[in-house]
């Protein structure tokens, strides 16, 4: 690596550069409430972190939450701490991660290629679609990216710089910790596997030497790892509670191994992965003609540093690839570390006349996609209302996310007509960069009543009056974080009959004042459907509300054809 390349200062435009990917990624933040899928849940888990004081363990209701660790929910109860606003804190964690893994990004391409080149990996990877999805969403992806590549970089480091100690010893503990954040933030030691490969040519060390790396490296995992799984150790030999135990075994065991051996939904093909690249990935996956080539004469030269980096990447496409589960945000870790391979070719290829005429076709083509959406929905009532009520969009929140996708669509024309030839790629990065300041101050917002859930809870809130309770049967995690009230709800994953036995003691209790909130496909028999109304549709459900006078006290509930997850 270049002796002291990355403290050198920045070029004079990446002090603009890192102004404008700021704006873009923070643009919005606490003005939209959390959507769903996994948002709603995410922020239920912290908030009864922070009303109970119990962080240990997160819970969705009166259950534990076993799907995924609390670590990133730490950060969201961590971050209402700070701000005392919902609406802020749980996208602060994203934006935060989002912003340290751009300066990590740099930082490493500046030392392993230049300061020059820092600033194109970075440019690079905020251009990618992927990486501003992520930005953008409160979920642990962008955490868990934050955490594998500050592991990958320390390694790294440690790797192709002297084996100073102090990098391995944060590479692992990076790992460690982003382990416990999602179960495969331990894929960074995978580059270990292509450096047995490239240390072939190099002097050996001495045994003793490497004894003692390895010795540190597993204690520094370890310790990461143990930022979690050691209370949650202690605490499981303290308490004999079967449901804690459980909560144990499901997260550590069936949402981790079993989860990647014997998947049980998201199953795709083995190529799965191609087309997440050639859409995702865009409109960096466009230059892979003429990055491919040039990979591979870098590989023959035997480079170290795109040995370990492309390796790397390879060996993630394939440990994924392999399960039969698969996501697009699997492979996002991988983006960082393709961005900075693809560094230092970067400034050559937007030299290529065809790289050029690329980018502009790209920024042609989402012109033409935006305004063909913005244009057909503004000029066809019908259409438009069709979307709408099929979306639950008020009319008015339709029109200004018409506008403003076709306001981004002009922009997208402007730019390709101004930023021609060798500045293409300066225009598509202020594109991604309007796309998502864009999403932030208009879409989302224009989104929200309908994809939050609040307008449909708004309606139910009218409904039962201010005296009326609220109690939910087969419920979504947006619907109880948006009730406005306290919800009585009678377990998340019990089968959905269980849960009616629950409902019918607490109805029965004050049936002129306890109402009931239900999909349809929970009504079941008991409900005298005439006294009970639907309110409306969300995640692929028609929503009632049942009064407590609609319940029969003396039916008996059969069990239903398929119990809810």
């Keep these: 690596m270049p002796p002291n390349a990355a403290r050198a200062p920045l070029p004079p435009r990446g002090h603009l550069l890192l102004a404008l990917l700021l704006f873009a990624l923070a643009a919005g933040i606490g003005l939209r409430e959390p959507s769903p899928p996994d948002e709603p849940r995410f922020v239920l888990s912290a908030s009864a972190m922070v009303d109970s004081g119990d962080w240990l363990v997160p819970r969705r209701g009166r259950e534990f939450y076993a799907e995924k660790p609390p670590v990133f929910m730490w950060m969201q109860a961590a971050s209402w701490t700070l701000v005392r606003d919902w609406r802020v804190a749980f996208l602060l964690p994203s934006l935060l991660a989002a912003l340290a893994t751009l300066w990590l990004v740099q930082r490493a391409g500046a030392r392993l290629w230049s300061p020059r080149h820092g600033a194109w990996a970075a440019a690079a990877l905020f251009a990618c679609l992927q990486f501003g999805l992520q930005a953008k969403r409160a979920q642990i992806d962008m955490v868990l990216v934050l955490m594998t590549t500050l592991s990958l970089c320390a390694l790294l480091r440690y790797l192709l710089d002297g084996h100073r100690r102090r990098w391995l010893a944060l590479g692992l503990f990076a790992a460690g910790l982003g382990t416990v954040t999602k179960g495969v933030g331990f894929l960074p030691l995978l580059v270990l596997l292509p450096w047995l490969w490239v240390r072939r040519r190099l002097p050996r060390r001495p045994g003793a030497r490497i004894a003692g790396d390895v010795a540190l490296g597993v204690a520094a995992f370890a310790a990461g790892a143990a930022v979690w799984l050691a209370p949650l150790g202690v605490a499981l030999l303290r308490d004999p509670d079967p449901a804690l135990h459980a909560y144990a075994h499901e997260l550590l065991f069936r949402q981790t191994g079993t989860r990647y051996v014997n998947a049980w939904h998201h199953v795709q093909p083995p190529w799965y992965y191609a087309q997440t690249i050639a859409t995702l990935w865009l409109p960096g996956a466009l230059l892979l003609p003429w990055l491919l080539p040039a990979w591979w004469r870098r590989l023959r030269r035997g480079d170290a540093r795109q040995v370990l980096l492309l390796g790397w990447v390879a060996l993630v496409l394939l440990f994924f690839s392999l399960s039969p ?68 969009i008020a009319p008015a929140d339709l029109r200004t996310l018409l506008w403003a996708l076709g306001g981004l669509g002009a922009a997208a024309w402007a730019l390709a007509a101004a930023f021609r030839g060798r500045r293409a790629g300066a225009g598509v990065l202020l594109f991604t960069a309007l796309l998502w300041a864009t999403y932030g101050l208009a879409l989302a917002p224009a989104l929200d009543d309908s994809s939050s859930g609040r ?30 009230r306290p919800m009585h709800e009678f377990g998340f994953k019990r089968p959905v009959h269980v849960q009616w036995h629950g409902a019918m003691e607490w109805v029965a209790a004050a049936p002129d004042r306890h109402w009931l909130w239900m999909p349809e496909s929970a009504l079941g028999p008991c409900v005298d459907r005439d006294r009970a109304r639907m309110i409306g549709r969300a995640s692929r459900q028609d929503w009632w509300l049942v009064p407590g006078s609609a319940v029969d006290p003396g039916c008996s509930v059969p069990p239903f054809a398929a119990d809810w997850d």
Excluded: N
Excluded at 359 to 376: D, E, F, I, K
């Design 455 to 484: 307008a449909l809870m708004r309606t139910v809130s009218a409904r039962i009056g201010a005296q009326g309770e609220l109690g939910a049967i087969a419920w979504r995690e947006q619907h109880m974080l948006q009730a406005g």
């Design 325 to 392: 589960g698969k996501r697009e945000v699997y492979i996002f870790p991988a983006l960082p570390a393709a961005c900075l391979a693809a560094a230092p070719l970067l400034p050559a290829l937007l030299r290529r006349r065809g790289v050029q005429w690329l980018l502009s076709a790209w920024l042609l083509l989402c012109g033409a996609l935006l305004l063909g959406a913005a244009g057909s929905g503004l000029s066809d009532a019908a259409w438009a209302s069709r979307l709408g009520e099929a979306r639950g």
